[in-house]
């Protein structure tokens, strides 16, 4: 079958988050070959997805493994999936995927991009969990709970320099969450493009640090709007790839849009 390898929050090569696409004929085949897979690809995610029968609430199942487990919510692998179907011929206009996390509709947008609409993340605020500080080597402004979707700690930093600066004790933040940890503070200059920005570490899935990750955006969306008080924003996620995300607040919802580039196509032969 056609693997592909895209480029997802990104509009060059290179950049944004790589994951892993394949358009299966049927069904969804076993587990631990989807997971010997997604190991082999060895990105953050890599996307399997099958067509539906018409006439139901989903057109394409859709399933996401990082190298050591399989996923609740992947934005970056869901927007690589339907850049796939787009660019292919496979689906014409928005398509709904039935996932883990309820169906996720993709929506062809302006100039190639596309628009997300996922369940926002439920934000609880909790007190700085002991050790944290240590761990991320950082000290917290605020720290959030993001539900078991997302399963992150959110965490506010003081200012975009200590985002950019931390350097993390890996193995010692897999503690404190069930994937990991987000860091973020708002932009020093909006005028750069960006109205806050973020870094992800998740020890806990095989993924040190992603280079932009789409779930922790349903997160960071009504943070950072309800900070700033605008519901469209845009998150510049600081890793050494880089990729920007625009969100959109929507009620219970948050749009992220972005675009994909596809760098890789070939056979896989296993």
Not at 7 to 23: E, Y
Not at 81 to 91: D, E, F, K, N, P
Not at 124 to 140: C, F, H, I, Q, Y
Not at 186 to 208: E, H, T
Request: with cysteine; hydrophobic share 45%; glycine share 10%.
């Amino acid at each position: 079958m056609r693997i592909r390898i895209v480029d997802a929050f990104a509009d060059r090569p290179f950049t944004g988050n790589p994951a892993g696409v394949l358009l299966l004929d049927d069904v969804f085949p076993a587990d631990d070959w989807m997971q010997d897979v997604a190991m082999e690809v060895n990105h953050a995610e890599t996307a399997f997805a099958h067509r539906l029968p018409a006439g139901g609430d989903a057109d394409w199942a859709l399933r996401w493994f990082t190298p050591v487990t399989e996923v609740a919510m992947c934005g970056h692998a869901t927007l690589a999936t339907a850049h796939v179907l787009h660019t292919s011929g496979a689906h014409e206009g928005p398509v709904r995927f039935a996932t883990r996390s309820g169906v996720l509709v993709a929506t062809p947008a302006e100039a190639g991009a596309i628009t997300l609409d996922f369940p926002s993340a439920p934000l609880t605020p909790v007190e700085v969990p002991d050790g944290v500080a240590e761990a991320l080597g950082a000290e917290p402004v605020a720290v959030f709970d993001t539900g078991a979707n997302v399963g992150d700690l959110l965490v506010e930093l003081a200012d975009e320099k200590t985002v950019r600066g931390l350097a993390p004790d890996h193995k010692a933040l897999a503690a404190y969450s069930t994937r990991g940890i987000i860091a973020t503070a708002r932009a020093d200059d909006p005028s750069r493009g960006y109205d806050y920005l973020s870094r992800c570490f998740f020890p806990n899935v095989g993924i040190d640090e992603d280079p932009v990750t789409g779930s922790a955006h349903t997160a960071l969306a009504p943070h950072w709007s309800a900070r700033l008080g605008r519901d469209d924003l845009t998150g510049l996620q600081a890793s050494r790839r880089t990729g920007l995300v625009r969100t959109g607040l929507r009620g219970e919802r948050t749009l992220l849009t972005g675009r994909a580039v596809t760098v890789i196509e070939g056979d896989l032969r296993a």
